[in-house]
């Protein structure tokens, strides 16, 4: 941070002489005043007259009974009462921002669960109004340079270094429209699927080659998109609307697969993508990290938790 001209080191170190002197006038003693400070009545009568010699002035009169501030010590005192002042808002808003959650909270998630963290977002800040949430997109994010104050992130092995609690397993399902199945018939390996119309979208990082095992066999496959797209959700469209075979995260495709929009393909083989894994809820490790990050990763976690139950494939 850029030092302040107006702010040289001796100012700063003569604020806790000046908060001593508010409170050695206010309590009219040094030895109250020590009471109140916590250090000793030596302590608090060398912080004054540290105070004293900076400002070249004599602020208190004293005697080995009493001590009475003078007409400059009053002027002085006018301005140092404002450090505690100023101690005491603080405290204000430290309780306002520790009762009632608020400001803006940046969240990274990944195109496979941004549709379905997007429905969850609503909800929280109509719960938690003062706080204010901006959703980014992406794969791989900087926490630090990106200023991502939480994300979610697939990953065998979360980032050292950072608090990360496991969401559940991401999975991916093969499958197109019973029309496009009319059209062109049953898909009976994973290698006719080099002759299909495929709707890969650009985040899966694997978009040039879908591969597949079975409990017999591994599978890569050259895959001819047709039609690409970096949003997951345009695939499903394209997907439900005949265009041809796609393969989606499950927490997508699962509302189009129960209501038979779109049938399961090869269901004896599992795709194996860059974009499957573990999700976990990462952020900054810290014994305080702000109430309106822990409010948005409880409520999330909460939600993604129960939704998660009922993405599973019959």
């Not at 796609?246 to 860059?274: E, F, H, M, T």
Request: proline content about 5%; aromatic content about 8%.
């Amino acid at each position: 941070m850029e030092s302040k001209s107006y702010l040289p080191k001796d100012h700063v170190d003569i604020l806790p002489c000046m908060a001593a002197f508010a409170v050695v006038v206010e309590t009219g003693s040094f030895v109250e005043a020590s009471v109140r400070i916590g250090v000793t009545a030596s302590a608090v009568s060398k912080q004054i007259t540290k105070l004293e010699n900076i400002l070249s002035l004599r602020l208190i009169e004293r005697t080995t009974r009493s001590l009475k501030v003078n007409a400059e010590g009053e002027q002085i005192y006018e301005y140092c009462k404002l450090v505690l002042e100023s101690s005491a808002n603080i405290f204000r808003v430290k309780d306002k921002l520790v009762d009632n959650p608020q400001g803006l909270v940046r969240m990274g998630v990944p195109k496979s669960l941004y549709a379905t963290c997007s429905k969850l977002i609503p909800g929280f800040l109509s719960a938690y109004r003062d706080v204010n949430v901006q959703l980014v997109c992406g794969e791989r994010f900087d926490f630090v340079t990106d200023s991502i104050d939480v994300g979610i992130i697939v990953t065998e092995k979360p980032p050292e270094g950072m608090v990360a609690r496991r969401l559940f397993d991401v999975d991916f399902v093969l499958c197109s429209s019973a029309s496009y199945i009319s059209k062109v018939g049953l898909i009976a390996h994973p290698s006719e699927l080099a002759a299909h119309s495929c709707i890969p979208f650009v985040g899966d990082l694997d978009k040039q080659y879908w591969k597949f095992r079975s409990s017999h066999e591994n599978c890569d496959v050259p895959i001819p998109g047709r039609y690409l797209s970096d949003c997951p959700e345009a695939a499903l469209t394209a997907t439900i609307s005949g265009v041809g075979v796609s393969c989606l995260p499950v927490c997508l495709a699962i509302d189009a697969l129960r209501s038979n929009q779109l049938i399961k393909i090869l269901p004896d083989w599992i795709y194996k993508g860059a974009l499957q894994g573990t999700a976990w809820m990462v952020y900054q490790p810290g014994h305080h990290v702000s109430k309106r990050i822990k409010v948005l990763v409880q409520y999330v976690m909460a939600d993604l938790s129960r939704l998660s139950t009922t993405w599973k494939l019959m």
